[in-house]
């Protein structure tokens, strides 16, 4: 796979950055860390994939004192989005001296007169404290925008470096911003920093927000436990993020272990049926009296599943908590077993909190390497982190997939173990 | 009123308790602060209304020695159910030197042979750290049970003093169960420590579990205010406990005062109309781009009421959250209007956390006091707080009706301030 | 004594406060909650003592549209300032109208010219968010200032009332200021908030920030808890706020039940001798191998005072928690006895932090009582809580004392049964 | 380097871990990243240096029906320490079945008869929450013993895998354990987990309780901000853990940014002369009027060094804390210039806190790939994360040396641009 980073042209200007922090072009960082791999990619000629190091350069494309930026924060909140717009407008202001950084308001929205949102002027003072509050100053709004008339509002506000905070539906619109530029002769770089509380971007190993949505997540599955407890039957039932991939719940569920089942969307389960999930509550019930439920958004669609995506573009997913919730209840009625079942769905107290100091001071690497990136000319291209090294990914690798937890790796398999959980799969089916 | 309590018998064994600590019989607590209405009172011959001191006595009614003792959490849970139980176990122990203490568990249930429910037994290792924990480690049940099976039970296990620990319907159990016990002649005292995390108990300053309520329920609506800056026309809407008495709603909006509109069942308002909720709400919006809503549970129930009752005997409530959800998103959908709404109910992680250290250190005086009155050989009374002295009410005091939300009283005039918000009545209604 | 409180004149003009809201001249809130005691007053023609309660008038004093009002905050940090600076300027701004507030930089020295302290204009945006802070935007400083100048400094801003938060020394001004004014014939209301995290105010049932005090203290006594099971012969010493009074030690302790020893001002003991505090605590060592000790700063004084005040006129303390690590050290070291201390001094991590809900919301109260009482022309006194209501209390009533810690009440008889202490009292000195 | 794992013997029995999960020994974890260096490496013929990864094996080594485990804490406490106990535990009673679990009190102490310390048998039930608890159920203790006495216990106990949970001075003594059972050719395997708050150790990404002590330091310094901004002059000085790395405090000065100065053991600095420490300082109180300096323990140690090692082995340290708080006072003592310094400690409150989120997970895989690895009869060899890979380190690779700061990094980079510090240098001496 390609991997390579466009540029706006030949840096040529001196970088006021200390020279002891200059990365060279040279520079990458492997994606695979296994000698073996290496080895016999190597040894068969193979060029192994590498991404190209973040950092300062030695030489940047933009004449500062004439450079403006924008910074535009796209899609759900996420913690952290703040911090990230401060180290930007820091990193900008202080190592490279750039005076000129708006704030678009609303998301893309921001950049289509008809909206008539405001710009914010970004400075030093303004962004000074506002890592200690949760959301965005920016606001943001979700779905595309008309791609012309968002380069319109770039020409006209005649933006050097545009930073664009978002997930997966930002990125699909950002690579269509960059082509845009492109054929117009423009030099606008755009910059990526993914936004993705669920921790699925590949080729990332971590995304700003999931360490502090876990620690959230973690003491809503604790409420649930005593609220299991704390009645006769009782079943306590949060749904967590995870469009798609189950990373929040399978970690929260890691942390005080007071999960008895964990459903993701990567491990398909049957509900009804011997073996089914509701049957293996049941007998859970019988023996313990109690038991806590950690669902993602995304698990079982086969049961809840509907039609149509959003206005990110985003696939629309069936209610699952809803859905277990009722049906458990239903399930129980029908058999006459008296339950009381508990459920939480905690997505927007979690979504809204300030930064835990992990991902507070993850977000200002994050943050001062787009920066970086940015001045250097580089464009087209997200910023993120690979095994401790700050790299730069290509916004079209980035939209080909998901992460998934890996139902044969370490951390299922933990779960597994600190849940007790089985397949609930039915005979019949485990035969297929 | 009649405010006296009632005694088992002639309370004839000393005291271990500390001679310097000992409480009269003649030390009340006056229920009116009010000079003015003092002097009135007293200078027209009438007594005023005042309460037996709680607290330790110089002779206590039971035989330490031989004295068994049980403990029970009935109905909802409340912060600060293990920090009561836990105090009146070291009380009970270190104080008096009582050996023998049962944990009822799973509420009045515990009582009744057919559900087997175990017994616990509640010793100073099993509760020292209870506290840490949130919910209530006997665990709870709601609904009423048998009379005479309770009773039963008592003669069965040689009960010298129960304590009650739950809400209205416990205390309307808890005066029948009293009743049954004097018909019988038996010499057990019934104690009950008021539960009600809406702090709505007549005749007492504050219950527990109010304060921990309150500080959660304000974490929430900062939220709120997050989620509903972070997009255009964005409405965070909040749900909070609060049955009959807006304590927690009102309290919580007053913490931080990013509320824009506090609904509580004390304050009747206008869903449409003019001046209705939905157009001030729309003028909000228009204004400002965002709002954020807090609804107690017993709000607009002329809007959204069923009828019946839960097994406490409870009335059951609409769910003004969710038809409040759905009238502001149809009402805005007809107008054509673009909002996000963000909904969020946290009772269920506001009720399960450990008690703030407040709650905690007044959970501790509660559960002294109900010993010391225990004792003492007083029964069928509830133990509370007065105007900072613990006193003693007799159930049926308490149970005549709810501490409400005055609307000219200092607590709402400050959320009206805070708020800025308007009586939500179309021309017609106030005219009449 | 005599209660009664000053007024600058006849208040004349209609307040713009809800009539709903008024509170008459004639409503007094009574001291003694007893009944016997004031049936025992009344019966023998004694006039009870009682506060005026605060609240909004019928009538005010001040022409808003001329009215220019200042806050100073004086004295230590305190949880809350933030939180009564932001609940006056609202209350000023939405209940009265008042456009001209100034913040006076850094304490006393702000009226002082030579300092050169600016003023800061308060407004409803600039103290928006200023509760989630701790500290005081104000800053503040400690010592006196030549009360001449600071009521020229009033003369010269103009200034109609003057909101003062701060302690004992700041009320000892206060009441300078009161008089200078008086004696100049100026119209100029000085109003007090008291500020001590100690909560030991004579007449008041709680000052502001002593129950956020509590809370990270008996957080502290946990962390102290868990170094001193982490060690054979831990030992957690943790010093607390309390220079008079012990109301943070006692109440803290109660918390979480982790301290077995709590030193306090009001309770003197002995640390030498077979019953002395060493002995009981190698004692305690020799059973259970570890120990926490909570002593608050006034503790003890016999063994670690010094002389001379500090600036601002409090008498200076010797340092009892040093002198107890230093003591106990040398104590075991003699006796060749391993132990591993940890001493925790957290006050500035106590001071600094921002305030909980529950003293945010009284926070909120006090600000807009001081309002109500200032805007009516009142004068030369303090607005505080005693049994739920708001009340004015006159400086020189205030400062006549200390609230203490009752040796004999219901607060130390808890400590003493949660730690199971003794007296620390050798033979013959119990016997004098 | 040789990073080759030493194994008892050939494991012979079948895993019942589920194959899919299994991982070969030929699976091996690249230290280096740089796609550059290892070409180089691989094209000159030089085998790059790997390790092998942990996680569980085929085959075991031990016949889990007879196996008995020990698990020991040994040093300082440090968060997460019981969460490292209680994933070893449940992975050994649940993935392999063993069913005796010795806890080992107080460190090394607890082999030694003459302590006569008790052993803790450790069951599910025992540990099942204590990860909500800071500190060690085990208890700890500083200092070496007698490695033959060691061994002798072992033997006694008969111990097949020895988990050792410990610093740099436990991990010296457990090559010396290794060497002792390899001499005596017992059958015990010794498995480390690193134990260092201050991240330093080589080899290796993170050490638990790092994160944990990050969040809380980054609190602290909020305070010390607060602090410093609340009084003329004000400073905040805030002493962390860092005794040979400053990670812990370059770390939680970029969470919230407020640290105007970081001082660090690897960036050594003068205190006097015109651009020393005090005259920058001086400066800065100069223009802002107040300033926040965070100090790592280990930091200036040429002001205020001292002689000889703590028990353990571990150099002592004179308290810079203490010395730049009397020497910064002096300096503007002599100056005339009124300061106010608030000096906090907090090394205890941050060590006995519970984990984070984020190191609980982490210390969860840190104690089942424990396990895994000592089962499958490795020894002599530590586990740790490198690069998110779960890998063996032989004992004697990572006492070598200490992971540092660099000082041209990005991290240093960062604070050096958050603070705007300068070098401290004075001109002759940045001459030489």
């Known amino acids: 796979m390609d991997a390579s980073v466009k540029n706006l042209g030949d840096p040529k200007i001196s970088s006021p950055v200390r020279a002891s922090e200059w990365v060279e072009e040279t520079e990458r960082v492997l994606y695979s860390l296994s000698a073996e791999d290496l080895e ?54 202080h190592a490279y001296g750039v005076r000129n950084i708006l704030g678009i308001r609303y998301g893309l929205q921001g950049f289509i007169p008809q909206y008539g949102h405001s710009i914010l002027e970004l400075t030093p003072e303004v962004v000074s404290e506002i890592n200690e509050l949760g959301g965005t100053i920016l606001s943001s709004s979700r779905g595309p925008q008309n791609i012309s008339e968002i380069v319109d509002a770039l020409e006209r506000m005649n933006i050097g470096i545009l930073f664009l905070i978002g997930g997966d539906g930002t990125f699909r619109a950002a690579a269509k911003i960059s082509d845009e530029i492109e054929a117009r002769h423009d030099r606008i770089s755009v910059i990526g920093i993914p936004k993705t509380i669920d921790n699925d971007i590949l080729y990332l190993s971590r995304s700003f927000g999931f360490n502090t949505a876990v620690s959230i997540a973690a003491e809503v599955i604790g409420c649930a436990h005593v609220e299991a407890n704390g009645a006769p039957n009782g079943i306590g039932l949060v749904k967590l993020m995870g469009r798609e991939s189950g990373f929040i719940a399978a970690n929260a569920a890691l942390d005080k272990r007071y999960a008895n089942f964990v459903l993701i969307p990567e491990a398909d389960f049957e509900m009804e049926g011997p073996f089914g999930f509701l049957s293996v509550l049941e007998k859970r019930l019988a023996e313990r009296k109690h038991a806590v439920i950690v669902v993602a958004e995304g698990a079982g669609q086969k049961y809840c599943g509907i039609n149509g995506a959003d206005p990110s573009g985003n696939k629309r997913l069936g209610d699952i908590g809803i859905y277990l919730k009722d049906r458990i209840s239903s399930y129980f009625r029908e058999k006459n077993i008296e339950i009381n079942l508990k459920y939480i769905d905690p997505s927007y107290t979690i979504r809204s909190v300030p930064a835990t100091s992990d991902d507070s001071v993850f977000c200002g690497f994050l943050g001062q390497n787009a920066v970086h990136v940015g001045m250097a000319g580089k464009t087209d291209v997200m910023v993120g982190i690979w095994n401790e090294q700050f790299v730069c990914v290509p916004f079209d690798m980035v939209t080909t997939g998901r992460k998934k937890v890996d139902l044969n790796g370490e951390l299922w398999s933990s779960v597994r173990e600190a849940t007790g959980q089985t397949l609930f799969r039915n005979p019949d089916e485990t035969a297929v």
């Open 40 to 93: 016999k990619d190597i040894s068969s000629g193979v060029k192994p994939l590498s991404f190209l190091k973040a950092g300062p350069r030695k030489k940047i494309f933009f004449d500062v004192s004439k450079l403006k930026c924008a910074i535009v924060t796209c899609g759900g909140l996420c913690p952290g989005l703040n911090n990230v717009i401060r180290s930007i407008v820091l990193t900008l202001y």
